[in-house]
């Protein structure tokens, strides 16, 4: 077995600025295959052991949203280098001239910035029309949250999901459309799409209904969250990009949960507390600044913990969920840390309170929530509420993407 150097270098100055941590996925090309999750960070490189000589493929997904891949034939003897550059931050883009008004209708609130791009604002007729088909038509909504009956709720979504008509469940009815907004020299296309505070927004792309954290705050202001089109894909995939740096490492930890379990990280990865763990717990701590990242933060520090020890973070938990109700994954987190440490029928009546909460208060922002409410069902079987909602939630879960670390539902006919 040999070992791979990884690197993670900056472009620009980044003096004063925090390490950034990120996952890497590495990749056996040749046979017998095998992979690996590391955590990386910027701040110096990591060298991963136990690698298997032979060619290799290394992707690491940036804070700008984009992939990064490199392939690398690691030898049988010595450590085999490899390096990354991240991006500079990216620039709110100038928006081109004259652009469409904004079209506010339906139920909610919609607040969202259309701008087009540079290519787009150019193109006359036959030009723009090829544009428009190479590009999906998205639709966002932004709807006030309210209190629903669990099982009536659930039923109606899952009915909706197959019928390809979330968006108007929801609430979107009349939703606008978003233009791509102005893009830089590489003509990549994303939808910035903004929100009100205490509201849910929501954007529907084809077939594929995202679940938008917005606002998504940090202590320098808000952080734009954007759909991008995955110019790779010829299924025209949109995925969610959060342009915040800080988050990189742990969204991709997010996203990757379904290949390798927290607690396996944790124990092959001995970086994962100094590149992720320590700045989930300042986000969590500072939750009143951006209680959607705290969020984030909350299923990464509860994925890696240990049943039976008590943390001193576990009382910023409660908060959350004390704090912001109309969150429903505020409560699947505390559900998942009472399960975690119950003593007695008091936590599991606390537990189960606070699923019900849950799933009255709609689609998780986190793709995991739909794993761990899953989950938590499995510890109250005879409740009468988690029998019903239990197969159609099941039904959702099994139209989620699992690359994706928001809500990304696809809808319609799945069966092909």
Known sequence: MTSLSIEVGASGDRRGRAPIGLIAELDRLD??????????????ARVVGGLAPGLWQVRLIMPNGREQ??????????????????GSARRRPTPAPAPPPVVRGGRGRPRVSIMLPRRYAAA?????????????????????????????????LASAAAEGSLLAAVGGIGAPA?????????????????GEPVHRTYAQAGTRFHCLPVPWRTHEGTTPIALMLDQGSEARRTRVVVEDEGFGGMLAYLA???????????????????????RAKDILQGKRASPLGACAAGYALIGTAVPGEEQLWHSWIENLASWFKWIPDTFIL??????????????????????????????PYYRRGFDWLLQAMMHFPD?????EVR??????????????????VTMGDTSE
């Open 124 to 156: 006359t007729g036959d030009q723009r029309s090829a544009l428009d088909a190479q590009s999906p038509v998205v639709r966002a909504a932004t709807v006030a949250p309210a209190k629903r009956d669990p099982v009536l709720l659930w039923k109606e």
């Open 31 to 44: 046979e017998p295959r095998q992979s690996r999750k590391v955590a990386v960070s910027s701040r110096q």
């Open 256 to 278: 990757s949960g379904s290949v390798l379990s927290a607690v396996d990280l944790l124990e092959a990865d001995d970086s994962f507390e100094d590149t992720i763990g320590r």
């Open 69 to 86: 891949v490199r392939e690398v034939q690691i030898s049988a003897a010595g450590v085999t280098a490899v390096r990354f550059v991240l």
């Open 334 to 363: 505390n559900a998942r840390l009472k399960l975690m440490h119950a003593r007695d029928d008091a936590d599991a009546a606390t537990a189960l309170a606070c699923l019900h909460a849950a799933l009255g208060c709609g689609i």
């Open 178 to 194: 978003v233009m791509p907004e102005a893009s830089r020299v590489d003509d990549e296309m994303r939808w910035r799409i903004g």
């Open 391 to 408: 197969p159609v939630l099941t039904d959702m879960a099994a139209r989620l993407d699992m690359r994706e670390a928001f809500t990304t």
């Open 383 to 387: 409740d009468p509420t988690v029998t």
